[in-house]
């Protein structure tokens, strides 16, 4: 121990010649557990000069500040302190109820009450060796004060053995004071020493940890270097992949160019022959619109010939029904006129030329009073149908009769009395209706009665 930090809160002894000071045991020799203490609040270094004078030295580690007789050191500043100098780990003029005052006053080991007195290194101490010959004399007096010749001689003998041991005993106190001298010293180089290799082993641990470090980091990198080889490699084959993609992509475009090409040809083509198809398409449109327009044009007049016809039809069926009435009248007349008539059985040869006459009976000799204005009505009706329907033409039967005349084979028993026979022949004369537009007098002809579609009604 070469030093001391005495305090309210305790006393420490500095061993070392670099002694540490603050809060955590890992980075300080000394501990102060504060909680506004720094983890190394300050370091206190021995230093031995060229003339084997000691001096003790202050460094101030703390971001709180340290601060020697109420003066401020500073961060990593050091100052020289000397015996009984006081340091204060606190502000000195702060008073907080929550920070106790911390200071200490420090102190030489060998010169506890010295005020600045540099420290010289302690050399072998001399042990004061008492002459042997006052040291006998006094024996001796004292012997002879306080007993007999005798025993002054026994106590002469036995203060000299005694006076030889304790200084036997001194010279040894002495060497081993020296001893301890020496052994302090080399405490305080191995301590030195071994805080050297601490702060060495520290330094060696903080480069293992960075080289740990450095090494995990390696291991990291080559890892991340193998699997960025791998997805350069497959990288690599992917862009052989889509290499070969690409000219094949590339070969299928000029396919589909010239394909294209050929496309754009037959569709310019066929853009032309749509062209001649859309003006062929107008054309046509145009010509179905007007055929449109006539189909309308012929379904109204259609519509209105239809209901002309209609008309026509009750005014034809009509007339049929007055022909057949005249005609059955004829057919009465005729029998009357048949039993008045005699027919003379000779008259048969003469009348053989007369035999194929036939009479074509129609309304006309049914209405022989009214021949001239039928025939004028006629006219009338002809012209309206040829001015509204145009070419209609509706062919109706006019029922007719042929009369033969033939003679009796076996004449009635009355010789004078004779009948005309009236023989309906199957076959009649065809014969337009006078209200046609196309009729005519003369156009008649003879068809078969079987052909008469009422009669088969």
């Known amino acids: 121990m070469w030093g001391q930090l005495v305090g309210p809160i305790g006393t420490y002894d500095l061993r070392l010649p670099l002694c540490r000071i603050g809060r955590i ?14 983890a190394l609040q300050c370091t206190i270094e021995l230093r031995r000069t060229g003339n084997n004078d000691q001096t003790v030295w202050l460094k101030d580690m703390s971001s709180n500040g340290v601060y020697v007789n109420g ?26 109820p929550n920070v106790e ?65 304790n200084q036997e005993l001194r010279q040894r106190l002495f060497e081993a004071g020296n001893r301890e001298i020496e052994l302090k010293e080399q405490l305080q180089e191995m301590l030195a020493n071994v805080q050297r290799r601490e702060h060495e082993i520290d330094e060696l641990r903080e480069e293992v940890t960075k080289a740990r470090a450095k090494s995990v980091e390696e291991e990291h990198l080559r890892l991340e270097h193998e699997a960025l080889e791998a997805k350069y490699k497959q990288a690599e084959a992917k862009c052989v992949e889509i290499d070969l993609g690409w000219l094949k992509d590339k070969e299928l475009l000029k396919q589909c160019q010239e394909e294209l090409a050929s496309a754009l040809r037959s569709t310019l083509s066929l853009n032309n022959v749509v062209d001649v198809l859309k003006t062929e398409l107008e054309d046509a449109l145009s010509k179905t619109t007007a055929a449109t327009q006539k189909v309308r044009q012929l ?51 003469d009348d053989d030329e007369a035999a194929e006459t036939q009479c074509v009976l129609t309304e006309r000799f049914s209405r022989v009073d009214d021949s001239d204005d039928d025939k004028e009505k006629e006219d009338d009706e002809c012209t309206h149908a040829q001015e509204v329907g145009g070419k209609l033409a509706d062919t ?57 579609v009422r009669h088969q009604a």
């Not at 042990?127 to 106590?155: F, H, I, N």
Request: glycine share 4%.
């Open 25 to 38: 045991s890992a980075k300080a020799d000394i501990v102060i557990p504060k909680p506004w203490i720094s």
């Open 299 to 349: 379904e109204i007049d259609n519509q209105k010939l239809g209901h002309q016809l209609d008309l026509v039809h009750r005014t034809s069926d009509h007339e049929q029904e007055h022909n057949r009435e005249a005609f059955r009248h004829m057919q009465e007349c005729m029998a009357a006129l048949g039993n008045q008539i005699e027919v003379v059985h000779d008259a048969q040869v």
């Open 396 to 452: 109706t039967i006019a029922e007719t009769t042929t009369l033969h005349v033939e003679d009796q084979a076996s004449p009635p028993a009355s010789s004078t009395s004779s009948h005309l026979v009236v023989t309906e022949s199957k076959q009649r004369w065809l014969q337009l209706k006078k209200d046609s537009p196309v009729a005519s007098v003369d156009d008649c002809g003879l068809f078969d009665e079987s052909q008469d």
């Open 101 to 165: 005052p911390t200071f200490f006053r420090f102190h030489f080991a060998n010169q506890p009450h010295s005020i600045n007195v540099t420290p010289v290194k302690a050399g072998k101490r001399s042990v004061p060796t008492p002459d042997s010959k006052s040291s006998s004399g006094s024996a001796k007096k004292l012997c002879v004060a306080s007993s007999s010749s005798a025993q002054r001689d026994e106590l002469v003998v036995g203060t000299e053995s005694m006076l030889k041991a």
């Open 71 to 96: 003066d401020i050191v500073g961060k990593s500043i050091e100052r020289q302190i000397f015996d009984n100098d006081e340091i204060y780990f606190t502000k000195p003029s702060l008073h907080t």
